[in-house]
């Protein structure tokens, strides 16, 4: 084998460790703040993500680096023969324990990151007993649905539930637990900037709790291939304090039950009252 195979070989590692070097400088990384995860569990999230890249990593360069030896000392030297081994007990030893080593360490590591979002009994207590709303996947939008001002959500609709479609509002500063469920297909909820992740999945109701570390507006997407529109099925999350998450609600009341002469219907005590302007 030529000299040009073992400059192919080595300029992947090279490739490799030089990206990983020019990343932070060109934006080579997660979206959103610098690759700042907007949420405290997300920031977990990356931690071992990037703890499994620079073990992979580690791996990569120095199986490439022994190959490149390999194939570099074979070119230069023609004369030497390959020696015929059947079996190494040690070398096979070493490399079954240290990949075993490294993999225990790994599930050991993220088992309690993946207990606090994946475990409904390690949820915020406070989340679990007042779910925010419920959020239903289909194609090709996201619906919420909130419980009225003052009351909680109910496993079934009630007549002064509110809606909305393709936007989602949460209280800045508290844990948040929503109701998630598909009305169709298999679809899949994604915050990337929360780095919040669940498969919705026809006939479930799959609870899903994050908390943003700042406001703002976050994308909200279907990771799942559900269809034809699968690519534009986006929503948002606004996350703002409470204040003003009790004046959407109270707007979005006044939308939906206004009754076009000023008044909104209260529709479980068939009442009236008269419109905020």
């Avoid at 080595?10 to 995860?37: E, I, K, R, T």
């Avoid at 081994?85 to 490294?102: C, D, T, Y």
Wanted: proline share 5%.
């Amino acid at each position: 084998m030529g000299k040009g195979w073992c400059l192919f070989f080595l300029f992947w590692p090279v490739a490799a460790v030089v990206s990983c070097a020019m990343a932070p400088f060109v934006g080579w990384s997660f979206p959103y703040d610098n690759a700042q995860a907007a949420s405290n569990l997300g920031i977990r999230i990356d931690d071992l993500f990037y703890i499994i890249l620079i073990v992979t990593a580690i791996v990569f360069v120095g199986t490439q680096a022994v190959l490149v030896y390999a194939l570099w000392r074979g070119a230069n030297n023609r004369e030497e023969r390959a020696t015929n081994v059947h079996g190494n007990h040690k070398l096979e030893l070493i490399w079954s324990i240290i990949p075993g080593a490294i993999l225990l360490f790994l599930a050991i590591y993220q088992m309690n990151i993946w207990a606090d979002f994946r475990i409904k009994k390690y949820y915020p207590e406070a989340a679990v007993k007042d779910p925010l709303a419920e959020v239903t996947a289909r194609q090709f939008e996201w619906r919420f649905r909130y419980p009225a001002i003052g009351k909680k959500l109910q496993q079934k609709p009630q007549p002064d539930d509110l809606y909305s479609v393709n936007e989602l509002h949460v209280p800045f500063g508290k844990p948040v637990m929503i109701q998630l469920r598909s009305d169709d297909v298999q679809h899949s909820f994604f915050l990337p900037a929360l780095r919040i992740k669940q498969d919705a999945l026809p006939g479930l109701q799959i609870p899903v709790w994050f908390e943003a570390n700042k406001p703002g507006t976050y994308d909200l997407v279907c990771a799942e291939l559900c269809g034809w529109g699968h690519y534009k099925m986006k929503a948002h999350v606004i996350v703002q304090s409470e204040d003003e998450y009790q004046a959407y609600l109270k707007n979005l009341t006044q939308k939906q039950f206004y009754d076009g002469l000023g008044k909104i219907a209260a529709k479980e005590t068939g009442t009236e009252s008269e419109a905020v302007e």
